[in-house]
């Protein structure tokens, strides 16, 4: 086929969106949009392409979903797991952290205020869902309990800007684990003992392999899931920095049926 040939094919609006729906998202993201004004607007007003880079819901429901490969293969290793700003009294300030390095190009790229994957969402279809499990709800004995709050914005989704300002402002922890996290008091207890109690070092690392399962059945469900000792918004409360945070997304609605559901470890 002649050059002349290719291009009046690739000048058919809908063959040009089959084939850039079989590219990955981070070429559609970046270089596929670079080749030309056609190309650029095509992908921005693509129903299905804006589908394809998480920036819209998915219309079609499925019993499997796709975790956003940007998120887990970049951001999550290279950005998420690493730390940002902690308040001046931030009582862990003094522990040493160690994360991945990231270069400082791609690092101001990423934190640029208005970068496009902050309007990304952390799934295809998204949940709305955010899975709180919580190891000593109340402050009762040890009994675990999950709760899954939607979120109910305006009917938009829960994007990756969420989790920054959660990250940011030192509410959320990243794990290891892409989509999990912990809190202040979780993160600093499996740290060092600062605040003059005696704790067993092994004890987070425990109830966490102790917890695998639950982890397992619960977050496929949620869009993330955050560990913590006690979440006060459970009850409608907010006292620490999870509460703040999960009481700064707005409207959110707690699911009674699964309102501090006793988790079996």
Request: proline residues 5%.
């Amino acid at each position: 086929m002649t050059t002349a040939g290719t291009h009046q094919i690739l000048s058919i609006s809908e063959i040009l969106e089959m084939i850039l729906l079989h590219c990955d998202s981070c070429t559609l993201l970046t270089s596929a949009q670079r080749v030309c004004h056609y190309w650029h607007d095509l992908i921005l007003n693509s129903g299905a392409l804006q589908e394809a880079l998480f920036f819209k819901p998915a219309q079609r429901q499925s019993a499997v979903r796709v975790r956003n490969p940007l998120l887990e293969n970049k951001l999550w290793p290279q950005l998420f797991r690493k730390r940002f700003q902690f308040p001046d009294n931030f009582y862990v300030d003094e522990i040493a952290y160690t994360f991945p390095d990231i270069d400082p190009i791609s690092e101001e790229a990423y934190l640029r205020k208005g970068a496009s994957w902050r309007r990304m969402l952390m799934q295809q279809p998204p949940t709305k869902h955010i899975g709180i499990i919580e190891i000593y709800p109340g402050w009762r004995e040890h009994c675990p309990s999950f709760t899954k709050f939607e979120f109910r914005h305006h009917g938009r989704s829960f994007l990756m800007s969420h989790l920054l300002h959660g990250i940011t402002t030192a509410a959320l922890m990243p794990q290891e684990k892409p989509w999990l996290f912990c809190d202040q008091d979780w993160f600093a207890r499996s740290k060092l003992d600062i605040i003059g109690i005696e704790r067993d070092k092994d004890e987070v690392s425990n109830c966490v392999q102790q917890l695998g399962t639950a982890i397992s059945m619960y977050l496929p469900g949620c869009d993330v899931l955050v560990i913590t000792d006690d979440c006060k918004q459970v009850v409608g409360s907010a006292i620490g920095p999870v509460d703040w945070w999960l009481r700064a997304l707005s409207t959110l609605q707690i699911s009674e049926t699964q309102r501090r559901e006793r988790i079996q470890v």
